[in-house]
């Protein structure tokens, strides 16, 4: 099993930064990908920045040049660099690991962090 913990939404301005970090513990190894998505009030969630156990790395139209996702290996941790923060960023954003084990795939999640931008 992996264990998720979000941390780092809150309240910001319009055009400001706000980096969110999600922390996995457990059977890391099984680790395939370590994406983060959000859902916004009354909308479809929506997968915004994804990042493989190889580094590689992919965005949503509506983020790519405003937030970056990266990792810090040593700390088995996950980060989401939000700038430019528009109001329809507003939304509960989370974390969820891609792990499989044999022919087992399966996603673990965490308990989502609310990040909400005022204009």
């Known amino acids: 099993q992996v264990q998720l913990v979000e941390s780092g939404g809150r309240l910001v301005q319009a055009g400001g930064p706000l980096r969110l970090s999600c922390a996995a513990s457990?059977?890391?190894?099984?680790?395939?990908?370590m994406p983060w998505s959000r859902q916004g009030a009354g909308k479809q969630r929506e997968l915004v920045a994804r990042i493989t156990s190889g580094g590689s790395t992919n965005y949503a139209d509506s983020v790519k040049g405003r937030f970056t996702i990266s990792r810090d290996n040593a700390k088995n941790t996950v980060y989401l660099q939000m700038n430019s923060l528009k109001p329809e960023d507003t939304a509960v954003y989370s974390c969820?690991?891609?792990?499989?084990?044999?022919?087992?795939?399966?996603?673990?999640w965490g308990q989502g962090t609310q990040v909400t931008v005022s204009s």
């Open positions: 457990g059977s890391i190894f099984s680790i395939n990908a």
């Open positions: 969820y690991a891609e792990t499989h084990s044999g022919s087992l795939y399966f996603d673990y």
